[in-house]
C-alpha cells in the first residue's frame, strides 16, 4: 500500500498532465509541435502528461509559453494536495 504523500504526488502529477494535454489540445498542437516550440522531446511530454514523470520548473515555464499562456494558468487547475479533492 502507498504512503498517502506518494499517492498525494501521483494525484498532482496525474492533473498537471491532463491540465497540460487540455491546453495542448486546445491550442490545436500536436506533442511534436508543443515539443518543438518549448525545445524539449515529444517523449518528455507524453511523459508529463501521462502523470508518468514529473516536470522541473523550467520545463513547466518552457510548455505554457510553448502553450501560450502563463506559468500560472496552466497550474491554476492542478490541485497541489489531497485537501483539494
Not at 506518494?6 to 489540445?25: F, K, S, T, V
Not at 514523470?53 to 492542478?78: I, W
Amino acid at each position: 500500500m502507498a504512503a498517502p504523500h506518494d499517492e498525494d504526488g501521483q494525484l498532482i502529477l496525474a492533473a498537471l498532465g491532463a491540465a497540460i494535454c487540455d491546453r495542448r489540445i486546445q491550442a490545436g498542437l500536436t506533442q511534436a509541435e508543443l515539443a518543438e516550440s518549448a525545445g524539449i522531446k515529444r517523449q518528455h511530454i507524453y511523459s508529463i502528461e501521462k502523470g508518468l514523470s514529473s516536470a522541473t520548473v523550467l520545463v513547466l515555464v518552457r510548455l505554457a509559453r510553448g502553450l501560450g499562456v502563463t506559468l500560472g494558468d496552466l497550474l491554476q487547475s492542478v490541485p497541489l494536495s489531497g485537501a483539494a479533492r
